[in-house]
Each structure stands twice: as structure tokens, then as C-alpha cells.
């Protein structure tokens, strides 16, 4: 297996690393976007090299050259990789393709369930729960039991916080990058660390919508506190230090960007882009020679 | 932006701007509250649906109503609030995005938090 097919991994890697790094200088909404973009980036390049890597080995058999007339003499029987690499890396990229597909099934299978949502809308429920359903129409449903916890304010505060996802949506950052982690579960911590940093943008736009963050903090620590029979059960497993942290930031001074912070974060992406462009060009070089009659 | 945005969003929004005024607000005075370019109607309609709901009160101000954000116990009869919670509350959890499960630890933090904060 040749270095050009790691070269575009590296850096993919060094970009990963430092989105990683600067998501805890950035603004929340920074934060989201540039993760974002680094884990799509990360999938495509990873899944272009198992292409490769794939279209190389298997190109090895000899039937399957003759069969798509490629020149093995121009190659002298090395396409790169070896056969059973070729034959792995494929079985791989149909098992990434299955889990991909299962997930994005049971998205739309959960949109199903609250699809009808138009508004805001009141469950009777004992768990103090409100969430975003975004959609051609779109909600917020929340639960009585939260409802009749908080004071206006606070209920303002969820409703601005809510708002904000559908707003902004972040639903679609989520589902992208959820995806790619269903793909390449190496992914799922850039994907956990997006969805805890659209929690954080919300939270700094619900504070600026109801003009306070402190009222914001309170509110979040309240409605952690209310008493829920059923989520205290699982609640252990769940990875917790959510709530914390994000109150602990609403508590702490507004992030703001430096600009060399800004700058480097510029390096990351286009040293992101190179890694991908330079694997789309392996590929493009790849099909092209086996073109070659 | 937002006026490209569907009514059930625009709902949201609204009761937002209710619940944050603590006084009954008329349609247009719930329009300058909003940063957004919405039509006088458009406001009126979904002020009409939030008191359909029983999200709402209203009470009639010279040739308008005023809308005050309204939410007791008994305007929520369980025949109007959705019946998915016996089957899916485990969806319900999974779908909440405003918290998180916690332990002891830290219900013990954000106690002092909250100690702090008030």
C-alpha cells in the first residue's frame, strides 16, 4: 500500500485534532459549524481512500482487469494494494453504507412519531421534557410537568432556547454529522461534541433573547433538578456532564475569538480541503489510468 | 428570514414574546416585539391559534383583543394533549434536547450553582 493513500488521512487527522481544540475557544455557533465541516470532510476523504484502496486491490484479479479492459501491463500487476486489502476495504464500505442507511431510517422513523407536531404543543407526561420538531411546520412540544415547574420567565427561556434550534437548524448539523459517526464510529465523539455545542448555542441565544444568561443558567439547573421518575433510572448510563458544564459556561464570561484563533481555524479548513481535494485527485488519477486501454 | 418560516415555529416564537411580557399584548404590539417582518395578520392568526390551544387568553382592548400567555391545569383536558407517552416516553427522553441525565455528583454541583447564581 503506497503512501499517497495516507497523506490525505494524515492531515484529515491533523484537522480533526485541531476543530477539536479550537471548538473550546470559539463561539458556541462556531464551534458548530467548523466541527461540522471537519467530520464531513473526515468522511469523505476516509471514504474515498476505502474506494481506492477497494478499486486497487480488487483490480488485482485478473478476470476483473480483462473484464473492464484495463492495461495491467502499464501497472505490471500493482494497482497499490494488495488483493485481500481490496476485498476488505469493500466489505467494509457495504457495512458502513448498511449502518448509514439503518440510521437514517430511524430518523425519519422518530420524525414519523411527532411529524403532526404544529405549534407549540402540551403533553401530559412526568418527565420535565421540551424539545425542538422541526419540519415543514414545526413545534415545540412540552411536557405539563415542566410547564407547571417553571415561572413565565423561566418558560420563556425554554421556549427562546428551543426556538433557537429550529431557528438555526440544527437539527440538520446533527443528522449530518450523527450519520457520518453511524458510518465511522471514530467520528462519534466529533459528533457528541456538535450536538453538546448546538446545547451551548442555544443557550447563548435564549440569553440574549430573554437578556439575561444568569436567568438562562438558573432555568437549565432548575429543570436538571426537577425530579423525573422514569429518566432517573437510565440517567447514570446517559454521558452525563451536560447540564453541568453548560451552566458552568453560562456562569463563566462569553467566549470571545481572537484572531489568531480566527486565523488558525482558517488553516484548519483549508488544510482540511487540501486533504480532500489531494484524495480526489488520486481518484480522478486512479480511474483515469485504469481507463487506459 | 423568519417570514419564510412555517406558522408551527412562528407559534413558538410568539408564545415566546407572551410569556416574556408579563402584561396582555394586541397584535401589533406583539409585531414590534418580534424582530421580524411579518404581516398584521399573520400575527393575528397565530395569536388566534395559541388561544384555539389554550396557550392563550384574550381580552377585548378597544376595536383588538389583547393576548395574555395563559397556562392552567384545566385548559389542558387529557383529551387534547397528545396520548404518545405510555409507548414512547424512551423516545421522548432520547428526543429531549434541554437536558441530559444527571448523578448525584452532579445534582450536588448544580445545587450550588443555583446557590450561587440566586
Known amino acids: 500500500m503506497s503512501a499517497h493513500f495516507l497523506l490525505p488521512f494524515l492531515l484529515v487527522i491533523v484537522c480533526l485534532g485541531s476543530a477539536w481544540f479550537l471548538a473550546r475557544f470559539l463561539a458556541p455557533s462556531v464551534g458548530v459549524v467548523t466541527l461540522t465541516v471537519s467530520v464531513m470532510l473526515a468522511f469523505c476523504t ?20 480483462d473484464a473492464l479492459g484495463w492495461c495491467r501491463a502499464l501497472y505490471g500487476g500493482d494497482h497499490g494494494a494488495p488483493l485481500f486489502l481490496g476485498v476488505v476495504t469493500t466489505l467494509v464500505l457495504g457495512l458502513i453504507a448498511a449502518r448509514m442507511g439503518r440510521h437514517v431510517h430511524r430518523v ?20 420535565p421534557v421540551a424539545f425542538a ?8 412540544v412540552i411536557s405539563s410537568s415542566l410547564l407547571f415547574a417553571l415561572d413565565r420567565h423561566e418558560r420563556s427561556v425554554v421556549l427562546a432556547h428551543e426556538n433557537a434550534h429550529l431557528r438555526h437548524r ?30 451551548r448555542w442555544a443557550d447563548e441565544s435564549a440569553a440574549e433573547r430573554v437578556g439575561s444568561r444568569d436567568l438562562v443558567a438558573t432555568t437549565i439547573a432548575r429543570v436538571a433538578l426537577l425530579p423525573s421518575s422514569e429518566m432517573r433510572a437510565h440517567s447514570l448510563s446517559i454521558g452525563g456532564g451536560n447540564v453541568v458544564t453548560r451552566v458552568e459556561a453560562l456562569v463563566a464570561p462569553l467566549p470571545v475569538t481572537p484572531v489568531r484563533v480566527t486565523l488558525f481555524g482558517c488553516s484548519v479548513v483549508i488544510t482540511a480541503v487540501l486533504g480532500l481535494i489531494l484524495q480526489l485527485h488520486h481518484l480522478v488519477d486512479f480511474v483515469t489510468h485504469a481507463g487506459h486501454l | 428570514m423568519m417570514s419564510r418560516r412555517p406558522l408551527g415555529s412562528l407559534e413558538s416564537e410568539i408564545l415566546e414574546v407572551l410569556w416574556k411580557s408579563g402584561v396582555p399584548l394586541t397584535p401589533s404590539e406583539v409585531l414590534d416585539r418580534l424582530d421580524a417582518d411579518l404581516a398584521y395578520t399573520t400575527v393575528m392568526t397565530v395569536l388566534g391559534r395559541l388561544w384555539g390551544k389554550g396557550l392563550a387568553d384574550r381580552t377585548k382592548t ?13 385548559d389542558f383536558s387529557a383529551d387534547r394533549m397528545r396520548k404518545v407517552l405510555d ?27 443555583l446557590e450561587d447564581l440566586a
Do not use: W
Open chain 1, 170 to 199: 440544527h437539527h440538520l448539523y446533527i443528522h449530518l454529522v450523527e450519520t457520518c459517526a453511524k458510518g465511522l464510529p471514530l467520528l462519534r465523539p466529533f459528533a457528541r461534541k456538535v450536538k453538546y455545542l448546538t446545547e
Open chain 1, 133 to 140: 420538531v422541526p419540519g415543514p411546520r414545526g413545534g415545540v
Open chain 1, 46 to 65: 476516509t471514504i474515498l481512500m476505502f474506494v481506492q484502496l477497494g478499486g486497487a486491490g480488487i483490480s488485482e484479479v485478473a478476470f476483473v482487469s
Open chain 2, 62 to 74: 378597544g376595536r383588538a383583543f389583547a393576548y395574555s400567555a395563559a397556562v392552567s391545569e384545566a
Open chain 2, 87 to 113: 409507548e414512547s416516553s424512551d423516545r421522548l427522553a432520547t428526543m429531549s434536547h434541554f437536558l441530559d441525565g444527571l448523578d448525584s455528583g452532579q445534582q450536588r454541583e448544580l445545587r450550588r450553582m
Open chain 1, 108 to 127: 425519519f422513523q422518530d420524525r414519523n412519531a411527532f411529524g403532526d407536531v404544529d405549534g407549540v404543543e402540551v403533553v401530559r407526561s412526568s418527565q
